[in-house]
């Protein structure tokens, strides 16, 4: 739950097409379609805990599918569609109002984004021309 949570939180930092992920216990990627990787992990590390720090609220409600339709950007992930057809949708909001990002989505978070605790960007790998590949890890910023 603070993993996949935190993968929310890095999809609000990096907008970018999400073109895979996977979430495990103590170490998760995603991928973005990003040609241009003029971020750096302890850059993005910064804006991580920024928000996890900031306490905000993780909650969800339901959307028509109507509603989905007519908000395209709602969706961040290119390959995967939230499924259609059971007339509404579950969206994740972060933040009071939804203000730091609402996506849909269909699994488990914390309460809060403070409950994520210490995270950081292990690496950010090259995977092609156009995609970067973030590692996420618990704890802070191993000194380099
Ligand atoms: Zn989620």
Redesign the pocket.
Known sequence: MRM??A??LLSVICPFPITGASVNEADSRVDFDLPDANVTKEEVTIRLMELVNGDHPVFTRWISEEELESNPGLVKSKNVRPPRGAGRIRL?CIGEEAVVDSQP?G?T?VASTAEVGEIHIGKIEKKGRENRRFRIRFGSLPAS
Do not use: A, I, L, S
């Open positions: 996949h949570t993968c929310h994740v989505c699994g978070h």
